[in-house]
């Protein structure tokens, strides 16, 4: 079983930066280091859409209309998945979710609200 636990997102200005963060944890067997992880956001009325991925070796990818703004990493020393998000937009106003996939096994964060203001 696995639990991930995104920080608290917030609210900012447009053309800000916001760094979240999710906390990986599992039980015997399930090692942080092993699973891609990526970021999906959703917005009311929309469905949620890929963010960001990277693999377990660290190869990333991204909708292409964030490429430049967003980078995703992780720690695997501190089981923890990173989002930078620079020059923030109102469009990216949304629910922001970590996601683990591995073997055909998804887990989802609770999610966390960014919301981006003029």
């Known amino acids: 079983q696995v639990q991930l636990v995104e920080s608290r997102g917030g609210l900012v200005q447009t053309g800000e930066s916001l760094r979240l963060s999710c906390t990986f944890s599992?039980?015997?067997?399930?090692?942080?280091?092993?699973?891609?992880m990526g970021w999906y956001r959703r917005t009311p009325g929309k469905q949620r859409e890929l963010v960001a991925t990277?693999?377990?070796?660290?190869?990333?990818h991204y909708k292409d209309s964030l490429k430049g703004r967003f980078t995703i990493s992780r720690d695997n020393a501190k089981n923890t998945l990173y989002l930078q998000m620079n020059s923030l937009k109102l469009e990216d106003t949304a629910v922001y979710y970590c996601?683990?996939?591995?073997?055909?096994?998804?887990?989802w964060g609770q999610g966390t609200q960014v919301t981006v203001s003029s």
């Open positions: 990277i693999t377990n070796y660290g190869m990333t």
């Open positions: 599992g039980t015997s067997g399930n090692f942080f280091s092993v699973y891609d």
């Open positions: 996601n683990a996939e591995l073997e055909g096994h998804a887990y």
